[in-house]
């Protein structure tokens, strides 16, 4: 991918579903136009079963983005769909041709997709795998067989986390395969005021806020933040935790430790999907975001913090310290809610959040979509 325009296939979710990954597909391919290339979304029109989907809609209400093309065609469970799709697209002629990988699941959709496709491709024509996860942070039965199929269909791999390389490796050794972070989210808008994002949440200026963001899963440690918050020297401070993301768990076991603490009142619940619109009320209210993960790869979330020039606390799983130095834009901690309480107490009693945020304004430019860019270019030759 040299500076000759380019005719690209990203295949993943795209609106009108909804979620980090579409958010980013829709980001990638905008950042590809911006550079000349022309670009195609092959999107779902199912993605998951209700019946083993954990939230309550897949889908936006947001309109659909008028400078993108998504054609939202794939039947993730329906083979006979990826026999016509792939058909449809071995038509085709592609320069490039990109795949997000985020579930064994989806791999024998992907994996049959991205064969038939081939087929009618020259042979210059790459197929890349932007992986998220290859062994997921909730395994299944049939997790490593899915995998392997869906990566014996690529040429080269963009991996976001270092440990995500490595498991690349167990599967695919041979092929080439590239780590780059994580680009930052910049299409949440603007940086708002503290007190413009604190009006429009209806939150006091009188406290300071921590902010735990997105779908509230088991791997993601709600429990040992709320552990952790029960400090009472965050009392002193005037802390109060948001946790702003739609559960795709019940929520039984947070409300035990809340009422366990007494924490009821030092807590705002914003339990849903939090739309486009509504994120810079969260961030920029924040002074600190939270991911006291279990099990991760790369986050999503530390890159919406970035734009935001949000500091973060985050613990030391998967490519969390990769992207969050310690101590110059925030903290690593291990999972030990008392070395979190440690770190949550030093940044409001010290009063870090001046010096980490004039980190991070340097620090983020090494998210930029354009360094993305250059390693698919590295390996599409």
């Given at each position: 991918m040299n500076s000759a325009t380019k005719n690209i296939l990203l295949v993943g979710p795209a609106h009108p579903l909804r979620g980090g990954i579409a958010t980013f597909n829709e980001q990638l391919a905008r950042s590809l136009q911006a550079q000349g290339h022309s670009v195609e979304i092959l999107s779902f029109s199912l993605q998951y079963p209700d019946f083993i989907f954990p939230g309550t809609s897949q889908f936006t209400d947001e309109p659909p983005p008028t400078d993108l093309k998504i054609s939202s065609k794939m039947n993730a469970i329906n083979p006979l769909n990826w026999?016509?799709?792939?058909?449809?697209?071995?038509?085709?002629?592609?320069?490039?041709?990109?795949?997000?990988?985020?579930?064994?699941?989806?791999?024998?959709?992907?994996?049959?997709?991205?064969?038939?496709?081939?087929?009618?491709?020259p042979k210059s024509?790459?197929?890349l795998a932007i992986t998220d996860n290859v062994i997921p942070h909730e395994k299944r039965i049939g997790d490593k067989i899915f995998t392997k199929y869906f990566l014996a269909a690529c040429d080269g791999f963009i991996?976001?986390?270092?440990?995500?390389?490595?498991?690349?490796?167990?599967?695919?050794?041979?092929?080439?395969?590239?780590?780059?972070?994580?680009?930052?989210?910049?299409?949440?808008?603007?940086?708002?005021?503290?007190?413009?994002?604190?009006?429009?949440?209806?939150?006091?200026?009188e406290n300071q806020y921590i902010l735990f963001f997105g779908?509230?899963?088991?791997?993601?440690?709600?429990?040992?933040?709320?552990?952790a918050f029960a400090d009472k020297r965050l009392r002193h401070e005037k802390v109060k935790l948001i946790i702003a993301g739609e559960p795709y768990e019940s929520m039984d076991k947070y409300a035990q430790?809340?009422?366990k603490y007494n924490l009821k009142t030092e807590?705002?619940?914003?339990?849903?999907?939090?739309?486009?619109?509504?994120?810079?009320?969260?961030?920029?209210?924040?002074?600190?975001?939270?991911?006291?993960?279990?099990?991760?790869?790369?986050?999503?979330?530390?890159?919406?913090?970035?734009?935001?020039?949000?500091?973060?606390?985050?613990?030391?799983?998967?490519?969390?310290?990769?992207?969050?130095?310690?101590?110059?834009?925030?903290?690593?901690?291990?999972?030990?809610?008392?070395?979190?309480?440690?770190?949550?107490?030093?940044?409001?009693?010290?009063?870090?959040?001046?010096?980490?945020?004039?980190?991070?304004?340097?620090?983020?430019?090494?998210?930029?979509?354009?360094?993305?860019?250059?390693?698919?270019?590295e390996l599409s030759h």
């Amino acid at each position: 991918m040299n500076s000759a325009t380019k005719n690209i296939l990203l295949v993943g979710p795209a609106h009108p579903l909804r979620g980090g990954i579409a958010t980013f597909n829709e980001q990638l391919a905008r950042s590809l136009q911006a550079q000349g290339h022309s670009v195609e979304i092959l999107s779902f029109s199912l993605q998951y079963p209700d019946f083993i989907f954990p939230g309550t809609s897949q889908f936006t209400d947001e309109p659909p983005p008028t400078d993108l093309k998504i054609s939202s065609k794939m039947n993730a469970i329906n083979p006979l769909n990826w026999l016509a799709i792939g058909n449809e697209y071995r038509k085709k002629k592609y320069d490039l041709i990109i795949f997000r990988f985020w579930l064994p699941l989806m791999s024998p959709c992907l994996g049959t997709i991205a064969r038939l496709i081939r087929l009618g491709q020259p042979k210059s024509t790459k197929i890349l795998a932007i992986t998220d996860n290859v062994i997921p942070h909730e395994k299944r039965i049939g997790d490593k067989i899915f995998t392997k199929y869906f990566l014996a269909a690529c040429d080269g791999f963009i991996a976001m986390a270092k440990a995500v390389m490595e498991d690349i490796n167990l599967f695919e050794p041979k092929k080439p395969k590239v780590y780059t972070p994580h680009p930052i989210y910049d299409n949440y808008g603007e940086e708002i005021s503290r007190e413009q994002a604190l009006k429009n949440l209806n939150l006091s200026p009188e406290n300071q806020y921590i902010l735990f963001f997105g779908l509230i899963r088991a791997y993601k440690g709600l429990d040992l933040l709320l552990e952790a918050f029960a400090d009472k020297r965050l009392r002193h401070e005037k802390v109060k935790l948001i946790i702003a993301g739609e559960p795709y768990e019940s929520m039984d076991k947070y409300a035990q430790i809340i009422e366990k603490y007494n924490l009821k009142t030092e807590i705002i619940s914003h339990l849903h999907f939090i739309p486009t619109d509504q994120v810079a009320n969260y961030f920029c209210a924040a002074d600190l975001i939270a991911q006291p993960y279990k099990t991760a790869t790369q986050s999503g979330v530390s890159q919406i913090a970035y734009h935001f020039n949000k500091p973060m606390l985050v613990t030391d799983v998967g490519g969390l310290a990769e992207t969050v130095p310690h101590q110059k834009v925030g903290y690593v901690t291990s999972q030990n809610p008392t070395e979190i309480a440690n770190y949550l107490v030093d940044f409001f009693e010290n009063k870090r959040a001046e010096a980490f945020i004039t980190a991070i304004k340097i620090e983020k430019k090494r998210f930029e979509w354009t360094t993305l860019i250059e390693k698919l270019v590295e390996l599409s030759h």
